[in-house]
């Protein structure tokens, strides 16, 4: 229905109501209807003023208040006070509806009129007084912005907005500067608004190492918009094997979780298959074991990693990450969504045996977020007497909670793809139902676990789980108090406290007396003012099967934390709390005994970070942030650079550092990058250094939740 008619319509539509099955009213008297309008209104309000050459949109009708059918066509008219430059109208369209251009130049008296005219009474009509005002400067800018780098010969697309540019066709150009001859091209060379054009990096690195790429208003050669992108060496790409990879999802409701094994020869994917399980609140959880058959993967222009895997006919999934060397990585986003996960090569698919140090989370049935960590012994081929193994819950309700038993379980061999299936069964005195796993052993000692049906299609748990079991080796079952005494230990978590999200990194050293000092940096986005690290002291216990019971680990003011750390032997273990206040779960690295400096964290690492904000409309946003940086060593202080992907498809930026050296590992300072709102903006941080090949960083003021690891590029 026309707008125009929709008063005229209305007005019908009462008369009817009157005129029609009124017999119980009497005999009415006939009603006097106008033939002709009444008035003439601008039906959408014109804008009070334009710029000169700027285009709007006029509408005006007659009505006829009465009138079931009527014509409530205009004519238009402008004037001004420069006779004949008033600006020009265009020929109604089918509602009645004009455009205005306004003039080239500010008339006199800086006004025009103009006035919609009844077609069937002329004496009718409504005016709109517009005033002209002087051309408003065009602006360009880059539209989904650009990134911070590009490998060499690398293609990416750009795009330019353009404002206020009332020409027929507003249009940018692109030009590339550097320091050498070859700066790079762009196809096309020219593009509308918004439109995408390709840039291709040069085929080395420039001198300076960095491109000015510029779009310039094709309108107004004076307005440009300019940014700088770095020139990096191309990064390395998969070797050929079969590699295992794991996604893990949030904790509790929406928890997820992604494992599986991919063979990759010579950029194509020729094979593998994947464990996903997912749940929902109060639905439990669904499973699916698929067949990978096909897919591809190749550096992106960034220099990270995306790897395409094809699911049967129908599906595919995408995974973005980032390499640390050709056989380990990160993996921090499925389709775009965010995780922050592992790629590792596998180089054995034995069986398992012995004991493992296991940690898992995500949630129960009831999409309660839970933790589960232990060490189950594999003490025979294929099977789990329940000796030397124990298991440790802490959330998910009130009834699974605490040490659980194990009796009698199993372990299935590796298939093709070094895929195993663990039942694990309660013991008598435990409350924990079954639980069965699908692990991708990487090697001896690394199983990648996530949560799966039972043998007749159901689940026993019904939670949505996964993690990660490290192999301990010849160390089973002959751990002690002398097994970590005069040691210390980096580890980070994260996890949830009262206040939602939690994130917790630190130092602690075990001392022969059975008590553990040390230092640490705990942030829920409570704390008013950066946090220096803290100083904390405690106690620990370590029983035979490797679980290490760290207790009443405090400052005596801010916190006190409790946890179990699940040795592997051979430097560092899985760690999840023993606390329902503070949830958590994380690992622990055994940390160089020798005094550090500067130097010894310096070189090429790999990031892999997980971000968590709160927006200003009080929404949780989480994210990862995957990336490579390089740490320069000078006069006592690490100063880093490099670049990050937001793992979403985004374009990358920036990240620096900077930080004090400190003889214990524990450097503060403050890093540049991660705040989505201004990449700008320095946030203050403490990286606890493990060695010269791994650190772990955390975020101590309230912008956002950052809680990364570094890994050493090999």
């Not at 096909?294 to 990693?305: E, F, H, K, L, Q």
């Amino acid at each position: 229905m026309n707008a125009r008619k929709v008063v005229v319509l209305l007005a019908g539509f009462c008369i009817g109501l009157v005129l029609a099955g009124c017999g119980g009213l009497g005999s009415l008297p006939p009603i006097s209807q106008p033939s002709g309008p009444t008035s003439v209104i601008f039906v959408a309000t014109p804008p009070k003023s334009l710029a000169v050459n700027a285009s709007a949109t006029l509408y005006a009708a007659a009505i006829y208040p009465l009138a079931l059918s009527a014509n409530t066509a205009v004519t238009y008219s402008v004037s001004c006070g420069s006779t004949g430059a008033c600006g020009v109208l265009s020929a109604s369209d089918e509602l009645g509806a004009i455009v205005y251009t306004a003039p080239s130049a500010v008339p006199t008296g800086g006004t025009v009129t103009v006035k919609a005219t009844s077609a069937v009474d002329t004496s009718l009509s409504a005016s709109a007084t517009i005033t002209i005002v002087p051309p408003i400067p065009i602006t360009v800018s880059f539209f989904g912005g650009t990134p911070a780098s590009v490998q060499v010969s690398a293609t990416i697309p750009v795009r330019a907005g353009i404002n206020n540019d009332v020409s027929a066709n507003p249009e940018a150009r692109w030009t590339v500067t550097c320091g050498g001859s070859d700066c790079g091209a762009f196809n096309p060379t020219t593009t509308t608004d918004e439109a995408a054009t390709a840039y291709t990096a040069p085929a080395a690195i420039p001198p300076g190492t960095t491109v000015t790429v510029t779009a310039t208003s094709v309108t107004d050669p004076t307005k440009s918009v300019s940014a700088g992108i770095v020139i990096t060496a191309a990064a390395p790409t998969l070797a050929n094997g079969t590699y295992v990879f794991q996604l893990p999802g949030p904790t509790g409701n929406g928890a997820s979780f992604i494992t599986g094994a991919i063979v990759a020869s010579n950029g194509a994917i020729t094979g593998g298959e994947q464990d996903s399980v997912y749940g929902d609140s109060g639905d439990g959880a669904s499973a699916l074991l698929q067949q990978i058959t096909g897919g591809s993967y190749a550096t992106t222009s960034d220099g990270n990693m995306q790897i395409t895997l094809q699911l049967g006919a129908y599906e595919t999934e995408t995974l973005n990450g980032t390499l640390v060397s050709g056989g380990h990585g990160f993996v921090a986003g499925l389709d775009g969504v965010p995780g922050t996960g592992t790629l590792d090569l596998q180089t054995s698919t034995a069986s398992p045996s012995r004991g493992y140090a296991i940690s898992l989370y995500g949630a129960d049935t009831f999409s309660n977020p839970v933790w589960i960590g232990g060490v189950v012994n594999v003490d025979g081929a294929g099977k789990i007497s329940g000796t030397g193994s124990v298991l440790d819950v802490v959330g998910g309700g009130p009834v699974i909670n605490g040490t659980q038993t194990l009796s009698a379980s199993t372990v299935s061999a590796p298939d093709a793809y070094g895929r195993v299936v663990f039942q694990l069964n309660p013991g008598a005195t435990a409350t924990l139902p079954s639980v069965y796993l699908a692990g991708y052993m990487v090697d001896a000692t690394h199983i990648r676990l996530s949560e799966i049906e039972d043998t007749n299609g159901n689940y026993s748990y019904q939670g949505v789980m996964g993690g990660t079991a490290l192999g301990q080796g010849a160390s089973t079952g002959h751990f002690s108090a002398s097994s970590i005494a005069g040691s210390s230990y980096v580890f980070g978590a994260q996890g949830m406290d009262a206040q939602g999200t939690l994130q917790v990194a630190g130092m602690l050293t075990a001392n022969a007396d059975g008590k553990v000092k040390g230092l640490l940096n705990w942030n829920d986005l409570s704390a008013m003012s950066p946090q220096n690290p803290v100083a904390f002291t405690g106690t620990y216990t370590v029983d035979p099967t490797g679980r290490v019971t760290l207790s009443n680990l405090t400052d005596g003011a801010g916190f006190n934390y409790s946890f179990h750390l699940y040795l592997t032997g051979s430097g560092g273990g899985l760690l999840v709390s023993n606390d329902g206040n503070d949830e958590m779960a994380g690992e622990a690295f055994e940390q160089q005994s020798g005094a550090f400096s500067a130097s010894s964290f310096s070189g090429n690492y790999g990031l892999s970070a997980s971000l968590y904000a709160m927006t200003s409309y009080g929404v949780p946003q989480f994210g990862n942030a995957i990336g490579k940086m390089t740490a320069t060593a000078a006069n006592g202080t690490d100063t880093m650079t490099g670049f990050a992907d937001p793992a979403n498809g985004g374009p990358d930026f920036a990240v620096s550092a900077s930080f004090t050296a400190a003889p214990n590992g524990v450097s503060v300072g403050t890093v540049a990058g991660f705040n989505s709102a201004d990449r700008t903006n320095e946030g203050n941080f403490t990286l606890y250094v493990v060695d010269d090949t791994r650190a772990v960083l955390i975020e101590t003021d309230r912008t956002e939740l950052l809680l990364g690891a570094f890994d050493r590029v090999q």
